[in-house]
Each structure stands twice: as C-alpha cells, then as structure tokens.
C-alpha cells in the first residue's frame, strides 16, 4: 500500500524523533567512553598545525613530527593541571581563616537584630549556620579535588586517543572539502578560543591580585576554564569573587566594588566585542540554539558537556548542511528562518 507525501512525512519526522531518543540515551550511556574521545578529537584539530609546520619547513617525518608533537601537548596538559592543583591546594588555607571572619559577621549581625526582644537566643542560632557552613566549604573543596583526580584519570585515555589519531590520521589530499572546511572552522574556534581564554584568565587573576584579593590565581583560572561555556560561564566567572570580597576585611569598599565590576567589564568586552570581531560568524549558530545545546550537552555529559556544546553542535550543523533534506534544520540552526 502506498503512502501519500503527507504521511510519508509524518513517518519521517516520527523516525528522525526517535532515532533522535535514541542517540541521546546511547550517548549518555556511553559518556566514559565518548567523553575522552570527542576530547581527543578537538585537541588533536588543535595538534595538528603543529605537525603540518614541522612537515612543511622543518621536513621532518611524519611519524617523528607527531610524536614531538604528543610530547609537547603532554608536557603542556601536565602544566595546565600543575596549575589547576596548586590553585585548589590555595583554597584549604583559606577556610580556617574565612570560617573565623564569617562568624565575626555574622555574630554583629546577630548583635544588630533585637532577637533577644523576639526570645530568640542569637548564639543557638549562630553554631549551627557556622556549621554548615564550614562543612559546606569543607564539601567543597573535596569535591573539586574530586573532580580534578577523575579528569586526571580519565586523561591517560585522552592522551592514547589523542596518538592513534594523530597516527592515524589521513594527509590532505585524501580528505573530501567538506571535512576540511569543517576542520578548519573548528580548528579556528577551539584555538582562537583557547587562546582568549587564557589572555582573560591572565587579565582577570593580575587585576584581582593587584586589589588585593585572596585566591587570585584561582579565580584566574576559573575565568579561563569558564569562559568556553557562552554567556553562563563568563557571568559565574564575574560573581565568584563575591563571597571573598564581602567578607574579607582587609579590602576597602572601593576594591572590592573594582574586583566585581571591572573582570565583568572584561568578560563583556571579550564576550560582545572581541571574541564576535575575531570568530565572526563562524560557527553561525543562533544564540538560542547555543543555549538549548548548553543545556542539552549539559544533561547528557555534565559540565564537560557543557564545555564540548558548541562544537558539537556546529560539527551537527555541518553535517546536516551536506544533505538538501536536513538543510533546512541547519538554516534553522543558523536563524535563518526563510
């Protein structure tokens, strides 16, 4: 029996929804897996200038220029996270000392409110608050250090994709156009990105080092790592530094305001006026769509999700551009909606 075009349609649309359901939940069931390994594609479009160099001018084997290569990117990776280690190592000493000032605020806020007159004794109600928020921190702090020994393991993984990879990877003249115009605008993206972001990180940790604010480095850090998640990343990145500020001392009304608004003046600058004059349009995904795939990515492969959402979703949007029955879906993506 035939099918008119209208429901041959439907099927379609039905069978794209489910094939779609389908992805989703593979994807998210292979995460331990997948994760590393979209991790070491992007790093290897970031390697392999690198290797097409030494080829080119310096004329040195294939095999030798991709293992100068790896090493390089080892002993980088391995400096990325000797600095991440030493930043969170900072935060313990912290916590005695801010556990103290946070009790000092909040016993002359007790000492303000007239809770005697309420038949509210303040010291009951002060113990458990300064409680919970040492434990709190103390939470905190293991859970990063968590965080930073799971990427660790998981990075030895990476490392060996990254290899076979490069290894294995096919010269130019045996790639299609459409798989070198998607590589060179990914490559453009993860580079360019990469390299603003730690121009920011370095702006942001010298100016809050320069107001005298405690855990600079770390903040650097977090300004950089953040700002690879659009318009959510940059905004946490700006407000971290508040609970510092606020309860720090030492730090007059006017640098802790500076501390505040002046990285947020630098992540809106990079954010609407640097990043968009460098990038341009291309990746040309709509802002919308950019935060669907932040919270798509996000529930699927948690913050690392986040990080990867954009260059996920513009490798989707390449892919569906080569093919007349899903362009329209790409030109959607791109808001072009005529």
């Known amino acids: 029996m035939e099918t008119s075009p209208r429901e041959h349609r439907v099927l379609l649309s039905c069978l794209v929804i489910l094939t779609a359901i389908a992805v989703a939940f593979s994807l998210a069931w292979l995460r331990p897996m997948m994760v590393p390994f979209v991790l070491a594609i992007f790093v290897v479009l970031m390697l392999t200038p690198a290797i097409d160099f030494q080829r080119r001018f310096l004329k040195i084997p294939h095999p030798l220029a991709v293992l100068i290569t790896f090493f390089l990117g080892v002993i980088i990776v391995f400096v990325f996270y000797l600095l991440i280690s030493s930043s969170i190592v900072q935060i313990a000493p912290y916590v005695d000392s801010y556990d103290s000032r946070i009790k000092d605020v909040l016993g002359k806020l007790m000492t303000t409110l007239p809770l005697e007159k309420l038949g509210i004794d303040g010291q009951s109600l002060l113990s458990p608050i300064v409680e919970n928020a040492t434990k709190t921190a103390g939470f905190v702090v293991k859970s990063i250090l968590s965080v930073i020994l799971g990427i660790l393991s998981s990075t030895v993984l990476v490392l060996i ?12 003249s045996h790639q299609n156009e459409t798989w070198q115009k998607g590589e060179a605008k990914i490559k453009h993206y993860i580079s360019t990105k990469f390299f603003l972001s730690v121009f920011l990180g370095i702006m942001v940790g010298s100016i809050l080092k320069l107001l005298g604010v405690d855990m600079a480095l770390i903040f650097g850090v977090a300004a950089f790592i953040l700002n690879f998640i659009p318009t ?5 990145a700006t407000l971290l530094p508040l609970p510092v500020v606020m309860f720090n001392s030492n730090i007059s009304l006017a640098a802790g305001v500076s501390a505040i608004v002046i990285p947020g003046i630098l992540q809106f600058i990079f954010g609407n006026v640097v990043e968009p004059k460098i990038l341009g349009d291309s990746l040309d995904i709509h802002p919308v769509v950019v935060l669907m795939a932040l919270i798509f990515w996000g529930m699927l492969w948690g913050i690392l999700g986040m990080f990867l959402a954009i260059p996920l979703t513009a490798v989707i949007k390449l892919i569906l551009e080569e093919f007349d029955q899903t362009k329209p879906i790409a030109n959607l993506m791109a808001g072009h909606l005529s």
């Open 232 to 236: 959510i990343g940059p905004v946490i």
């Open 161 to 172: 994709f990254v290899l076979f990879l490069l290894l294995g990877r096919p010269s130019r």
